[in-house]
């Protein structure tokens, strides 16, 4: 019986792919890189569900807050007291840009969303790292740490909660 059930468990991940995402839950480090070779790296936490939530909560070297809803972005960040309301004109979807991905490599995927390039690198059908080049050149990589794949979520993760005292900039 163990057998069988290590030999169902083998084949299910042979054929596991990154597009059968429904959530993610990850601690990240956020390296960005400009054109100068200037590195600076954050670090963090992400929670992702479908059909288009995240939260990037980053831990060092500040903290700050960022909801990622269907239709806005909201920032919170607590050394300013401010939270910044961002409408977005075209959807961000982090769900998208995986299921966009094409294998190139073994473990390497190439993603093209809104004019960008992502590449997705995977070990063990676990999305490893994202790197891109943002709108202002800089080189951009996302790596993963404990990965969490499709594991429930409940949306209320995703509401932002803005302290009266903070200042609200609607952009």
Not at 46 to 62: D, E, G, H, V
Not at 69 to 86: C, G, Y
């Amino acid at each position: 019986m163990k057998r069988i059930v290590l030999a169902v468990l083998l084949a299910t991940s042979t054929y596991a792919n990154i597009k059968n995402l429904n959530s993610f839950e990850a601690d990240f480090s956020q390296n960005i890189t400009d054109d100068k070779g200037v590195k600076i790296t954050y670090n963090g936490h992400i929670t992702a569900s479908k059909p288009q939530f995240a939260l990037w909560k980053y831990l060092k070297p500040i903290q700050k807050s960022v909801y990622i809803l269907s239709n806005k972005i909201v920032v919170i960040e607590p050394d300013l007291e401010q939270a910044i309301i961002k409408h977005l004109r075209g959807n961000f979807d982090f769900f998208k840009i995986i299921h966009n991905a094409k294998k190139i490599d073994k473990n390497k995927y190439l993603a093209k969303f809104k004019d960008k390039e992502y590449i997705i690198e995977t070990e063990n059908s676990t999305i490893k790292s994202i790197s891109y080049k943002d709108e202002l050149g800089n080189n951009i990589k996302i790596i993963f740490k404990n990965q969490i794949e499709n594991k429930k979520i409940p949306k209320e993760r995703y509401i932002p909660h803005i302290p009266n005292e903070y200042d609200v900039v609607t952009e």
